[in-house]
Each structure stands twice: as C-alpha cells, then as structure tokens.
C-alpha cells in the first residue's frame, strides 16, 4: 500500500462492506480498489444527475410541474439505462430511497444498509458523507447520496403546501408515493452504481 493509499483511506474514514449474504464486515477495501470505484462510480453518478436535472428543467419550463411528473416518471429509468451503457465499466445504475415514489426503487437489503448508513450519519453529524462502497455478489456498489434542494419540493414536498393539480397527477401515477412530505436539506435517496468485480480487477492494476 502506497502512502497515497493510506492517507486516502484516513481521509475516507468510512469503508464498510458486506461479503456475501447477510453479514456486513467493516473489512476495508484495498486502496487501489477503492480509487477505480470511486472514479467510475463518481463518473456515473454525476453524469446521471446532470442528465436528470436537464431533462426537470426543460420539462418544468416547457410544461409546467404536472407535464413534469408525466416527463420525470417515463423518461427517469430509461435516461438511467442509459447513462449505465454510456459510462465504462458500469454494469446497471438505480435511484433508490426508502421512500419511495416508483416501487421500481424500492431498496434491495444492501441498498437499504448503505441508505441506513447515509441516514445515521446524516442524524449524528448533520451532513450526508460523500459516498458509500459495498463489495456484493462478485460487483461493487458505489452510492451516492441525494439531497432534497428547493426545486424538488414541488412534487416531494408537503402536500399540504404543493400545487393540488400535482397532487392529483402524484396520487393518479403513483397511488403508493412514499416520496413526499420532505424539506429542503433531507436525506432524499441515493444513486447506486454497480462495477463488476472483472473491471475494477483489471483496471486496478
Ligand atoms: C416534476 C416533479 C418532480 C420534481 C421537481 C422532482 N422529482 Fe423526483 N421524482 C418524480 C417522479 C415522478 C418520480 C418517480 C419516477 C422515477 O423517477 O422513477 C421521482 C423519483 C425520484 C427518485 C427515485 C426514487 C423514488 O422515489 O422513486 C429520486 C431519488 C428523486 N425523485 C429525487 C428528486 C430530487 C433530489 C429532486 C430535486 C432535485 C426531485 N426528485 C425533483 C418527480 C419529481
């Protein structure tokens, strides 16, 4: 191990992983590793965001929030596909949270550890660390949390407080939202990206 190795792994301070079934080690991931799972997994999540973000912002302005949701709700999982073909070394990228909006969301029990993980830090610190990497299943999962900033409140608000023709829209196409009732500044959900165990090998090395 390098010394860049080591200072990284002191500045990181937080490497949890689970082998295999239900156990959870806190066995840290070699330095090399990690970096390449870092690297690919930022990549990914960013790069993602950055799509959504324009695709909300489009949408809100040329359509309004209820044209929104319709927008948000067809294109979101295919953009997601998307951007998990177009970056190197990824294998499949979701958008997960406990509270959901799309059951096709709903957290797996490693995602669930890795959100449980974000949300404990976030209630004992006040802040959202920067990411979170698990090793499952012959793949690695980088997480990236999410914050709830001012611009998602029209369709994760308090439904009290949001535009009722949204309300309706919400309640039409998603008769189970989870997703709402947030403020600015919560712990909204993470970003996982899946690496295969083959690539981060390879390009570790
Ligand atoms: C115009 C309405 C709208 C706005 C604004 C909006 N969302 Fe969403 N969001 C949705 C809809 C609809 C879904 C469910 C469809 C999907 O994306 O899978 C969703 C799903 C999500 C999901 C996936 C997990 C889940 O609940 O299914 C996350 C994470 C998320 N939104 C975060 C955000 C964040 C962060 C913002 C602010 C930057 C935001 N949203 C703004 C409508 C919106």
Redesign the pocket.
């Known amino acids: 191990m390098g010394k860049a190795g080591v200072g990284l792994l002191t500045a990181v301070g937080f490497l949890f992983f689970s082998c295999g079934l239900n156990q959870s080690s806190t066995t840290e991931i070699p330095p090399q590793k990690l970096e390449t799972v870092k690297q690919i997994g930022e990549t990914a999540s960013t790069t993602l965001l950055k799509r959504?973000?324009k695709e909300?912002k489009t949408?809100?302005t040329s359509q309004g929030?209820?044209?929104?949701?319709?927008?948000?709700?067809k294109?979101?999982?295919t953009i997601?596909k998307e951007v998990a073909q177009e970056v190197k070394g990824v294998k499949e990228i979701k958008?997960?949270?406990f509270?959901?909006?799309?059951?096709?969301?709903?957290p797996d029990q490693y995602e669930a550890e890795a959100l449980k993980f974000f949300e404990e830090s976030m209630k004992k610190t006040g802040k959202l660390p920067p990411y979170y990497v698990q090793k499952v299943n012959g793949e690695y999962r980088y997480y990236k949390p999410?914050?709830?900033?001012?611009?998602?409140?029209?369709?994760?608000g308090d439904p009290q407080k949001m535009n009722p023709a949204?309300v309706k829209k919400?309640k039409e196409?998603?008769p189970e939202?989870?997703?709402v009732g947030y403020k600015e500044g919560d712990f909204?959900?993470?970003?996982r990206v899946s690496i295969p165990e083959e690539v981060v090998e390879k390009s570790s090395n």
């Open positions: 959504l973000k909300l949408a809100l929030p209820v044209g929104a949701i319709e927008t948000c709700s294109k979101a999982l997601t958008r997960t949270s509270k959901y909006r799309n059951p096709l969301n709903k999410l914050k709830v900033m001012p611009v998602c409140l029209i369709c994760h949204v919400l196409l998603y939202d989870k997703a909204r959900g993470g970003i």
